[in-house]
């Protein structure tokens, strides 16, 4: 009904930067929020950052100041612009949206997730 492609991952040094993008498609009428998580080995799916409808955006402490929500309506895309990047941003990032469908349905979806690891 509603897919989530994520793209952009990798492997990349401490320091360094990665752009992720989130681009979704299927039977929408409207996207509400949508958002980034990510989830280490052994660890829970925690929030990174959300951007609304109207472009408010909110972030996790942790990379406050370092990473940047952004979304291009037209194209039913969010990215998230990673700079200053630490070993401990090494996660599996999934992107996330509240999305009104065309069957009037309000339905929370979920990428299938990319690989991020920040390494020497």
């Known amino acids: 009904q509603v897919q989530l492609v994520e793209s952009g991952g990798g492997l990349v040094q401490p320091g360094g930067s990665l752009r992720l993008s989130c681009a979704a498609s299927g039977s929408i009428l409207s996207i509400n929020a949508m958002g980034w998580y990510r989830q280490a080995p052994g660890k829970q799916r925690d929030v990174v950052a959300r951007?609304?409808?109207?472009?408010?955006?909110d972030y996790a402490d942790s990379v406050k100041g370092r990473f940047t929500i952004s979304r291009d309506s037209a194209k039913n895309t969010v990215y998230l612009q990673m700079n200053s990047l630490k070993p401990e941003d090494t996660a599996v990032y999934y992107c996330?949206?509240?999305?009104?469908?065309?069957?009037?349905?309000?339905?929370?979806?979920w990428g299938q997730g990319t690989q991020v690891t920040v390494s020497s």
């Open positions: 951007i609304t409808g109207g472009s408010s955006t």
């Open positions: 996330n949206a509240e999305v009104r469908t065309t069957s009037r349905a309000t339905i929370s979806t």
